[in-house]
């Protein structure tokens, strides 16, 4: 065999051939970056490639004094020999899967990916290959989501009624990805959509490149006096969840968007109304339709349930393993790191 | 089905309370009879015994899921719940059913118990695919015996009273004792004519509040009427139309487990109901553990019976001559009561005495005999205050001598060291704040060495997470706690530090949502600002 076009290093993951990272964790000399969350995208590398949707993203996770060059889905460009294109990852705004070919072999990083329905990203693609590296953040069969439309009611009538009780709807989501995906999937006739700072940044940002999103009102910016907010629909990162700052809102009812909910216990402990199972992570079915599709004979999962998944495809008669990557710390996977299991 | 469920998700993900009565306001107001009865049936802590083994239904989901032995276990290591892991893991229902929860019940839940392995499974995986996961959820923990709402049967009463228009005493009333429910009773519960009894219904227990503080408080001390505090079950005995119950606390009618109450009961007037403790009686008052080796047997041996034999320390008349007391001053009460003592003049009735004193002080002192006297301390109840519903604050007030006691659930535990190193020992306690249990102490010791056993058994099985050596457990167990001292605390989250907190006793009897909650807790603050009355 010949020699593998990526290995793990210390610093992330590594293409010997080539010379580049993908994703490092430590300063690199040339880092392909799959998407703008902290725990792929980190300041301090030389140089960086992205996709282009994810540009305005990337600047402002990186610094505006950041190498950064885009190259659009689809485009190859070569580096001492080996052939990277990027291809869409329907994780966030610019998410991509990068694909790497060097003497007729094929590998696939996937970074971040979700197939479910996302109005404010260009849905996966899948990516032929024979090695995969994919993530694994849900990797168990019990996380199977609803589908967007489900999730997008239920969440529009739990704001309807707390409309009709004359309150504020409160809903934690990650600021990057997640909260925009909501602003653009609700049913924002039901009333006016309110911001944290964090999540308005971001949310300027995507409008930036182009994606259609309704109106928002950062919190900050409008008169509290009068309680605008009432009956409206209030998007704030996890971390305002319980805060001072969430104080205001009362009488309020308080959500949490994330695959985590999924499961009784965590949606208990989060002490809020409301949970939401929505993820731009792949779920079960997800992960092994895309392992399918790929049609790769060896797989690499990472982060998450890396093992349980890696073990499930070996019984299923493909050539699978573990790759220990220090990917998520960022919203989802972070939150699992702080349930203890992580 | 589809409509419980969603009750049942609402009621299970809102921390507050006055959410929760909404929401099954709203569930009874459009729900039909016949459901809305199971509703309240379940809703109050009622449910059907186990149906299925989970042992069965693991299986048979393995095999409709195609998930492998191995792959079932990690998701049940991650959700920590059977039921849970099983909804979550079969596949999406093909149509989802519409069948009222009654249908459900009647002709799916109930004849599941009669039935062999093979239709079971058969009604089980029918059941399922026509169920989403929410609904799955609580179908399987109907099926196995372990359902259980977040909500008190107190918030349940409120809510019926929204919808009624009732007085929250009415319906308690009515939910007390055996019902079946079916859509007869449900309208009987919600009948605005309110001269209903059924023969064997006692009435809602009137609580006692913790005195917060001393006693000079609560103000003249001739207002007061002052007894020991027993360490027993409360219960009251309900004779009527030549009938016979003895009720516990639990709503548990125990008439048959103790013959000698069954015997003194027989001889009461017609149209008597009488309020006290069961105690454990021999020449003077037995240890609580003695009466723990009666409490679950449903039949005495002639032995236990001369071992351990009962007696009903009554100490309040609620009922006479089929009239309701409730409303006559405690006083009244009491004369009539003593009458019906000495009427009946049964060695199983003893009339609990009221303490002479003429003023706080000397009962303060009196108040020190009760280590000797196997009490718990003393009751303190106002001469004119009628008979109230539940915990109503003011006119009856408990007086410990453990300063301070709460009934907190267990939350999570890790390994001991020394001689029970490898045993769950060491405890973390919580207590409800809003929905949610929040630590409030930790305690190592107090458990005898079964119960430490026990407790392990119950750790190894019921782990929800583990950080290190530190395994979260699912919120099930209630102990009774003793401490010292309580001030506040910015470092603890629950805004309380306690001072040697330890176990007093495993609280079998209770239903993690009965423990106590951070607010109840909080009032003892009041109360340990004022030095110690108690001299130990
Ligand atoms: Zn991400
Ligand atoms: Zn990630």
């Not at chain 1, 001492?80 to 998410?95: C, Y």
């Not at chain 2, 107001?29 to 083994?53: C, I, M, N």
């Not at chain 2, 000495?342 to 002479?356: G, K």
């Amino acid at each position: 065999m010949s020699e593998p076009l990526i290995t793990l290093t210390g610093d992330g993951l590594y293409c010997p051939q080539g010379a580049f990272h993908i994703d490092p964790w430590n300063a690199a000399q040339y880092a392909v970056v799959t998407h703008a969350h902290s725990d792929h995208a980190r300041a301090g590398s030389t140089q960086y490639l992205g996709a282009t949707p994810g540009l305005p993203l990337l600047q402002s996770r990186l610094g505006t004094d950041a190498n950064i060059r885009v190259i659009p889905y689809g485009e190859v460009l070569e580096r001492n020999g080996v052939r990277i294109s990027l291809h869409p990852a329907g994780h966030v705004l610019g998410s991509a899967q990068v694909r790497l070919e060097c003497r007729g072999e094929v590998w696939v990083v996937t970074g971040d990916y979700k197939l479910a329905v996302d109005p404010t990203c260009s849905p996966f693609e899948p990516v032929r290959c024979h090695t995969l590296i994919t993530e694994s953040t849900f990797g168990l069969p019990i996380y199977r989501w609803d589908s967007n439309s489900d999730l997008m009611s239920r969440i529009n009538s739990w704001w309807q009624t707390n409309k009709a009780a004359g309150k504020t709807s409160v809903i934690y989501a990650y600021s990057l990805g997640k909260a925009q995906r909501l602003m653009a999937s609700v049913d924002s006739s039901v009333g006016s959509i309110f911001t944290h700072g964090a999540v308005e940044n971001v949310t300027r940002a995507y409008r930036q490149s182009g994606v259609a999103l309704p109106p928002t009102y950062p919190v900050n910016e409008v008169a509290p006096r009068t309680k605008p907010w009432v009956g409206g629909l209030v998007i704030a990162p996890p971390s305002a969840a319980s805060s001072p700052w969430a104080k205001k809102f009362e009488p309020a009812s308080d959500a949490v968007a994330s695959g985590w909910m999924q499961v009784r216990g965590t949606r208990r402990r989060k002490a809020v109304d409301r949970g939401f199972a929505v993820s731009d992570h792949a779920d079960w079915p997800g992960l092994l339709t895309v392992i399918k599709e790929s049609g790769a004979s060896r797989v690499l999962a990472t982060h998450g349930f890396a093992q349980v998944l890696a073990r499930y495809l070996r019984e299923q008669g493909l050539d699978a393993g573990v790759i220990a990557t220090r990917y998520g710390d960022e919203e989802e996977g972070a939150e699992l790191a702080a349930e203890g299991e992580g | 089905m589809k409509a419980f469920a969603d009750l049942y998700a609402d009621l299970d993900e809102t921390t507050s309370s006055s959410a929760k009565v909404l929401a099954m306001a709203n569930y009874f107001k459009v729900t039909p009879p016949a459901d809305a009865a199971w509703a309240v049936y379940f809703l109050s802590g009622r449910k059907p015994k186990q149906a299925v083994p989970s042992k069965r239904l693991r299986l048979w989901a393995r095999e409709l899921a195609g998930v492998d032995e191995w792959l079932f276990d990690e998701c049940y290591e991650h959700v920590g719940d059977i039921a849970e892991t099983i909804a979550l893991l079969l596949p999406p229902a093909a149509k989802e059913s519409d069948q009222p929860l009654a249908d459900w019940v009647q002709n799916r839940l109930l004849p599941l118990r009669v039935m062999e392995e093979g239709l079971q499974k058969v009604a089980v995986t029918s059941a399922w695919l026509a169920l989403n996961t929410r609904q799955r959820f609580v179908w399987n923990k109907l099926i196995t015996g372990e359902f259980r709402v977040g909500v008190s049967q107190l918030l349940v009463v409120r809510a019926l009273s929204q919808v009624t228009g009732l007085s929250t005493d009415v319906i308690s009333h009515r939910l007390m004792g055996n019902w079946e429910p079916t859509p007869l009773f449900y309208s009987e519960l919600m009948a605005p004519d309110t001269s209903d009894a059924d023969v064997s219904r006692p009435y809602p227990f009137f609580l006692a509040h913790p005195l917060e503080g001393e006693p000079i408080a609560l103000g003249p001390v001739e207002e007061w009427q002052a007894e020991w505090k027993w360490d027993g079950i409360r219960a009251q005995i309900v004779r009527r139309r030549g009938e016979s119950f003895v009720w516990t606390r639990g709503e548990e009618l125990v008439t048959d487990r103790y013959p000698e109450l069954k015997r003194l009961a027989d001889r009461l007037p017609d149209g008597t109901v009488l309020d006290g403790e069961i105690l454990p009686w021999k020449e003077g008052v037995l240890p609580f553990g003695d009466l723990q080796k009666r409490i679950g047997r449903k039949t005495v041996s002639k032995k236990l019976l001369e071992e351990i034999p009962v007696v009903l320390m009554t100490y309040d008349l609620i009922e006479i001559a089929g009239a309701d007391l409730r409303e006559q001053p405690l006083s009244v009460r009491r004369r009539q009561l003593e009458a019906v003592v000495e009427q009946v003049a049964d060695s199983a009735l003893m009339l609990s005495p009221r303490l002479a004193f003429d003023s706080w002080d000397e009962l303060i002192i009196q108040r020190q005999s009760s280590r000797d006297r196997r009490v718990e301390g003393m009751m303190l109840k106002r001469q004119n205050a009628p008979y109230r519903v539940g915990r109503v604050r003011g006119d009856w007030w408990k007086w410990k001598i453990e300063p301070f006691t709460v009934d907190a659930v267990l939350t999570a535990a890790q390994p001991g060291h020394g001689k029970r190193s490898g045993l769950y020992t060491d405890y973390t306690f919580g207590v409800w704040d809003d929905g949610k249990l929040v630590t409030f102490a930790k305690a190592y010791s107090g458990l005898t060495d079964a119960e430490i056993q026990q407790a392990d058994t119950f750790v190894r099985a019921n782990t929800l997470e583990r950080f290190g050596p530190v395994r979260t457990v699912k919120p099930e167990l209630v102990f009774e706690l003793g401490f010292e001292g309580i001030q506040l605390s910015a470092r603890h989250k629950s805004g309380i530090a306690v001072r040697f907190p330890r176990i007093l006793r495993w609280r079998m009897d209770k239903p993690p949502e009965d423990a106590d909650t951070l607010e109840q807790v909080k009032s003892l603050l009041l109360a340990s600002k004022g030095d110690p009355i108690d001299v130990e």
